[in-house]
C-alpha cells in the first residue's frame, strides 16, 4: 500500500534559526496535504498543493510539491515559539489521503 | 466559525465493551471521517462516509467497528468488544467534498478512548 514517510523524526530548533521537513510517499500523489497539530490537540489544516513544482507561501511557512509529485516540503522561516507541534503531511487521491508519519517540532528560547 | 464537536472527550472502558463516540460535523458537509491516533504515532484513517454509506475504509477497520449516521446530525464510531490495544485518540472529521479535491477536512477535538 501507499507509504508516506516524513523526515526527519524530531527536530529541535532555537527560536529564529529555520525548520524544514520532507515528505516522500511511495507512489505518485494527485495532491499533497500539510497539518499542524499542536501538543494535545487535533490536526489543522495549513495547505494543499495539486501542481507538479507547486509552491505556496503563508506568512513564514513554503510549501513545495516536488515535481515528479511523489515529494513535498515545508520550510519555516526563522521559528517562534508558537510554531511548536507536529507537522503532518498527507498526500493521495480519492478520500483516503494517507497520513505521513510527521516532523515534531521543539522551539526552545 | 462552524466546528466539528465529539463527546465524550473521554471515554474510560473494560475490555470487551462497547462503546460509541460522537460526533457532529459541520452542518453542510457531506463527506464524514473517523481517524484513529495512537499516543506519539500518526494519525491514522479508519474510515469515509458518504451518502449514508462506507465509500472507503482502512485494513484497521475491521468488523469489530461500525459507523451509523443515526440522525441529520449526529455520526457515529462503534467498537463492538473493545480491545486494550483500541486505547488511541479518536478523530471525527468532515469535509464539504472529496479530500482529493480541493476541500480541506476539518477535525474535531477528538475523544480519547482508554481500555482497561
Known amino acids: 500500500g501507499q507509504q508516506v514517510m516524513q523526515i526527519p523524526q524530531y527536530q529541535h530548533v532555537q527560536e529564529g534559526e529555520d525548520f524544514t521537513t520532507y515528505c516522500n510517499s511511495s507512489?505518485?500523489?494527485?495532491?499533497i496535504q500539510w497539518y499542524k497539530q499542536r501538543p494535545g490537540g487535533h490536526p489543522v489544516f495549513l495547505i494543499q498543493l495539486v501542481k507538479s513544482g507547486e509552491v505556496k507561501k503563508q506568512k513564514r511557512l513554503t510549501f513545495q510539491f516536488g515535481e515528479a509529485k511523489k515529494n513535498s516540503s515545508l520550510h519555516i522561516t526563522a521559528t517562534q515559539t508558537t510554531d511548536v507541534g507536529t507537522y503532518f503531511c498527507?498526500?493521495?487521491?480519492?478520500?483516503?489521503?494517507?497520513f505521513g508519519t510527521g516532523t515534531q517540532l521543539k522551539v526552545e528560547l | 466559525e462552524p466546528e466539528v464537536t465529539q463527546t465524550p472527550s473521554h471515554q474510560v472502558t473494560q475490555m470487551g465493551q462497547e462503546v460509541i463516540l460522537r460526533c457532529v460535523p459541520i452542518?453542510?458537509?457531506?463527506?464524514f471521517y473517523w481517524y484513529r491516533q495512537i499516543l506519539g504515532q500518526k494519525v491514522e484513517f479508519l474510515v469515509s462516509?458518504?451518502?449514508?454509506?462506507?465509500?472507503?475504509k482502512s485494513e484497521i477497520f475491521d468488523d469489530q467497528f461500525s459507523v451509523e449516521r443515526p440522525d441529520g446530525s449526529n455520526f457515529t464510531l462503534k467498537i463492538r468488544s473493545t480491545k486494550l490495544e483500541d486505547s488511541a485518540m479518536y478523530f471525527c472529521?468532515?469535509?464539504?467534498?472529496?479530500?482529493?479535491?480541493?476541500?480541506?477536512?476539518?477535525f474535531g477535538p477528538g475523544t480519547r478512548l482508554t481500555v482497561l
Open positions: 472529521a468532515s469535509s464539504l467534498g472529496l479530500a482529493g479535491s480541493t476541500d480541506t477536512q476539518y
Open positions: 507512489t505518485t500523489l494527485s495532491n
Open positions: 452542518s453542510n458537509h457531506l463527506y
Open positions: 462516509f458518504y451518502n449514508n454509506e462506507i465509500s472507503e
Open positions: 498527507r498526500g493521495g487521491g480519492g478520500n483516503k489521503l494517507t
